[in-house]
């Protein structure tokens, strides 16, 4: 890929890439006062060192790891997106000059304090020659101040703070044929601040800093913590000659080295148009290979799996004091509303649903079922087809209601509940056939005190025949 096609791709993923670094930015109703959005920002959050507390989840560092196949002349290029914070303050001069205030009203509007941010980038590239090894990049990226004036007695102070990170990249060249590469990219956050952070446990029915005086002014906890963060990180890797391997959906002459593979507070998915293997994004929530973000989106709610109709909806229900507290709040808010109140009748019809795809429908016969005197998606349409008897045959071994199996979820799978249950023993209780022609087991857990309510109630779950193997007898 050369440096033109290099910069296509990354250009090409920035929509999905923005989805993810805005993702919780800013969430429904938009205000600065709503209860959501004092607690801001729980993906990708790398804090600094003095705040890091694995008891509360909060981690300086992210590490990816993935598998490359390089050629020759390759080339990668590593580039880290984050948001760095930026308090905005609320300040009326008295007499000894300006001092910080909850909110102020110059000429009808209303200004209110809130934490901005600012996107930031690092890249490191690095020929394929020199990929053998560790490599370690640091760089920094500056603070500073600015002043706002409002009117002759309101001003709007900014103010970020600096912030120091680390790249680390290794790369070990795999036994075997195929000439694979394990790339291991971990990113960490050393910014140092004098003093230290006071970590705010939330108790049942208080928010810390729930006001947004609090939420602007507090100099301690996790809103201070915020301000030397980097937030809503994820990585970028594209190689200018050669292809990486898919993680979740890798050839078979791969599985064993992917299986290998520790992704740490991160989920590396391939990344441009369907088949292409150049590009991968590395990203703190989870996704799937080459994921879009949909056309009839009218624009970003900073909710990466929104339901667009719904939130534009309750958009145009807040009051008009609710919009002038949300346009109030922070710029992005503003547009979403601008946004929302001028949708277009057509573009609005379009949100309430896509026909992905489309298959042809076989000529009705004897047997179709869409002749039957029950509807097609009724199991009882079909005599052919029995959850109760029906087996699969699993490592030469027929699965059917009653086997006893091992969950290994994964593969395809997108469910981030799956980490539970790694390795628990479950009863299949159907083997189902679906209208696209796949098979799914069943299952209760054997360990599940109410196994024999959801068998009453027929709520299972469901996993693919290839996410199990048998127990024996």
Not at 50 to 78: F, I, K, M, S
Not at 90 to 116: K, M, Q, R
Not at 434 to 460: K, W, Y
Request: hydrophobic share 40%; aromatic share 6%.
């Amino acid at each position: 890929m050369p440096d033109s096609a290099l910069s296509e791709a990354f250009e090409q993923a920035r929509a999905v890439a923005d989805a993810v670094l805005y993702e919780g930015y800013l969430l429904y109703p938009y205000r600065a006062d709503a209860a959501k959005n004092q607690l801001r920002w729980q993906f990708g959050v790398l804090v600094p060192p003095a705040y890091a507390d694995d008891a509360l989840g909060e981690y300086t560092w992210c590490q990816t790891q993935l598998l490359a196949e390089p050629r020759p002349d390759t080339r990668l290029h590593w580039r880290v997106r984050f948001l760095q914070a930026q308090s905005r303050t609320v300040e009326t001069a008295t007499g000894d000059g300006y001092h910080p205030v909850p909110s102020a009203e110059v000429d009808g509007t209303i200004h209110l304090p809130f934490d901005e941010t600012l996107e930031q980038s690092a890249d490191l590239v690095i020929p394929l020659a020199d990929l053998v090894g560790d490599h370690v990049h640091t760089f920094t990226i500056p603070g500073g101040t600015e002043t706002e004036q409002i009117s002759a007695s309101v001003r709007l102070h900014r103010e970020r703070h600096p912030l120091h990170a680390e790249l680390r990249l290794h790369a070990d060249p795999l036994p075997g044929p195929y000439g694979l590469l394990r790339l291991t990219a971990t990113v960490t956050n050393r910014t140092e601040r004098k003093g230290t952070f006071t970590s705010v446990h939330v108790e049942e029915g208080h928010l810390p800093n729930a006001s947004p005086e609090a939420a602007q002014v507090g100099g301690l906890g996790r809103p201070e913590a915020l301000r030397h963060s980097l937030i809503a990180a994820h990585s970028v890797f594209a190689l200018t000659a050669g292809n990486f391997v898919s993680l979740l959906d890798p050839p078979e002459w791969a599985k064993a080295a992917v299986r290998e593979c520790r992704n740490i507070r991160t989920w590396p998915v391939m990344l441009g148009p369907e088949g292409s293997r150049e590009v991968m994004l590395s990203a703190p929530v989870i996704l799937y290979d080459h994921p879009v973000v949909a056309p009839e989106s009218p624009g970003d709610m900073y909710d990466a799996l929104e339901i667009d109709e719904l939130l534009v909806l309750r958009t145009l229900t807040l009051t008009d004091e609710e919009k002038r507290r949300v346009r109030a709040t922070d710029p992005r808010g503003g547009a979403l509303l601008g946004r929302a109140e001028t949708l277009p009748p057509e573009v609005f019809e379009r949100l309430h649903g896509a026909i992905r795809q489309l298959r042809p429908v076989p000529a009705a016969g004897p047997s179709d079922v869409f002749a039957a005197d029950r509807p097609w998606w009724d199991p009882g349409a079909d005599s052919s087809v029995d959850p109760a008897t029906d087996t699969v045959v699993i490592d030469g071994t027929p699965v059917g209601q009653g086997s006893k199996v091992r969950l290994h979820p994964g593969g395809r799978r997108s469910d981030a509940q799956d980490m539970f249950l790694v390795d628990r023993v479950a009863t299949v209780q159907a083997v189902l056939l679906d209208v696209d022609g796949s098979t799914h087991l069943a299952v209760t857990l054997d360990d599940d005190p109410a196994a024999d309510l959801q068998i009453l109630q027929g709520r299972f779950r469901y996993f693919a025949p290839e996410e199990v193997t048998v127990v024996s007898a």
